[in-house]
């Protein structure tokens, strides 16, 4: 796992799209795992100027949401799958159908999650899954609790998830829908590089469990320790509860140019 503390959000997120820039220039027809809420924005909007700038191509590459929720409008402002075509896919030149969403909107949700599963194995499974985290440390939407393989599935948002992501329901929690379909632990371990991006105090205490904490089903995130190549790029307010965080700036500082993260 490393540990990357930069001076700013737009700092991390520069780093995490040219991440992805390089992969992308090394295999155009990469798969990405795309996160929504707050956290990623600024690495799609870096993503975006690379697009127009540098003529950064998405024409072959393909994408997965981590989740969606379920029981929301179907053309509801806020369904993972409008924010993605708002926020990246609409912005760039993926191909029409080259992203997708879990189907949130399915009879039969459990098929609906078997199919996910089985198309990001087609595709060839994740290059690079960019990761948020919540307050409570889940990644994509597997709270406390969530088995560490679990695979893509239902689930049940905690309340504190709910009043986090009220914000996006104009601070309506009755609006933001109980259940969700997300990509599972099991899941997100199976991408081959994995970057998770946290700014802000609010998220130093989960960061701080998750990179320091004991591997636990309580603390999601954890399960990064488990994985032979996570990222975690933080901010310093993020970074704030990190007992090693001088090492962690210090390997960074002292990295060889050729390596990448
Ligand atoms: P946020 O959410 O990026 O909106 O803070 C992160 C998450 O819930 O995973």
Not at 87 to 100: K, T
Not at 161 to 170: G, L, P, Q, S
Not at 197 to 202: E, I, P, Q, R, Y
Request: aromatic share 6%; hydrophobic share 45%.
């Amino acid at each position: 796992m490393e540990v990357v503390i930069v001076d700013s959000p737009a700092a991390g997120a520069d780093l995490a799209a040219d991440a992805i820039a390089q992969l992308l220039r090394a295999k155009p027809a990469a798969v990405l795992g795309l996160a929504t809420g707050s956290t990623p924005l600024g690495v799609y909007d870096a993503l975006v100027k690379l697009h127009e700038q540098e003529g950064l191509s998405f024409a072959q590459a393909r994408g997965f949401a981590l989740d969606e929720y379920v029981g929301l409008p179907a053309d509801h402002p806020e369904s993972y799958r409008e924010v993605l075509q708002r926020e990246i896919v609409g912005r760039v030149d993926f191909a029409p159908g080259a992203v997708r969403t879990p189907d949130g909107w399915a009879s039969d949700l459990s098929a609906a999650c078997l199919d996910y599963e089985e198309a990001i194995a087609e595709a060839g499974g994740v290059d690079l899954q960019i990761l948020g985290i919540g307050t409570d440390g889940h990644i994509g939407f597997n709270e406390p609790s969530s088995s560490l393989a679990s695979p893509t599935r239902v689930k049940t948002l905690t309340v504190e998830t709910r009043e986090d992501n009220a914000r996006f329901f104009d601070g309506d929690m009755a609006a933001v829908p109980k259940h969700v379909l997300t990509q599972g632990i099991g899941t997100i371990l199976r991408a081959r590089h994995l970057v998770l991006l946290a700014w802000g105090a609010n998220k130093a205490e989960a960061v701080a469990a998750t990179v320091e904490g004991p591997v636990n089903s309580m603390m999601p995130a954890s399960a990064l320790q488990l994985h032979p190549h996570a990222t975690i790029i933080v901010d310093d307010a993020a970074a704030a509860g990190l007992a090693q965080a001088d090492y962690y700036r210090y390997v960074f500082a002292n990295k060889p140019d050729w390596q990448g993260i």
